[in-house]
């Protein structure tokens, strides 16, 4: 039963536009999600949480949407850039607050910046 | 900075052999997590631990055992290797100082069971 879900595989992006990646999730009790991206043979990297609080966090070229009614989240990238081409995670977590519970991810979603 | 450092990067064992990955958390963090990717699938959580006591549970099998030193690193024990244990384990580390649960990946140990 995948809690978190992650339902493009992929997805295609011109250099200079908008990249949208889309989560949804089941579970209620999850209030804290977060974005990693992960390069082929190196491990996930942190990019950007938003907390159950929110409805937006943004940081730079990067902001992430919740919409807790409708468990789903979006992490927009502008503007796209090829170096951003890797896997995107979505994450969640039942404890933001420093609990150490492990995150529950998604399957992924391959972006791919065309230039 | 310093990053979560695993070792070995490649590991090969034949079935039924026993393996032990090594990870050494971001300095002054607290808390290290472990976590197995299968090919093609998503990171699945194992286990956790903080201040050397385990913490939580995921779908860490029997014959799997890990646990957290005095000095923060964490060794996960694998035993009676099966081919489907051929995965990436990531080990991550957090610090409940910052109130967040963000977690920071290492490079990965990649096992391979032949």
């Known amino acids: 039963d995948q809690q978190v879900k992650q339902n493009s595989p992929s997805l295609s992006v011109q250099e200079g536009r908008i990249s949208i990646l889309n989560c949804d999730y089941t579970?209620?009790?999850?209030?804290?999600f977060l974005w990693y991206k992960k390069y082929p043979a190196e491990g996930p990297t942190f990019l950007i949480s938003i907390s159950s609080i929110k409805d937006k966090n943004e940081d730079g070229r990067f902001t992430v949407f919740l919409n807790k009614s409708a468990k789903h989240l979006s992490l927009h990238i502008v503007p796209s850039q090829p170096g951003d081409s890797a896997v995107y995670f979505c994450a969640a977590s039942a404890l933001p607050g420093g609990g150490a519970d492990g995150l529950t991810f998604g399957k992924g979603t391959h972006l791919i910046i065309q230039p | 900075a310093a990053g979560v450092i695993q070792s070995p990067r490649h590991l090969i064992k034949e079935k039924r052999e026993t393996a032990t990955l090594k990870c050494y958390p971001i300095p002054r963090h607290d808390t290290v997590y472990w976590y197995q990717q299968g090919p093609g699938q998503d990171p699945q959580f194992l286990i956790s631990?903080?201040?050397?006591?385990?913490?939580d549970k995921g779908s860490i099998p029997d014959r799997f055992s890990a646990q957290q030193f005095s000095d923060y690193h964490s060794e996960l024990n694998m035993s009676s290797l099966e081919l489907g244990d051929s995965a990436l384990y990531f080990c991550?580390?957090?610090?409940?100082?910052?109130?967040?649960?963000?977690?920071?990946f290492g490079a990965g140990t990649r096992l391979s069971v032949l």
């Open positions: 631990f903080y201040e050397k006591m385990q913490s």
């Open positions: 579970n209620s009790m999850f209030d804290y």
């Open positions: 991550a580390s957090s610090t409940r100082q910052i109130a967040k649960n963000i977690q920071y």
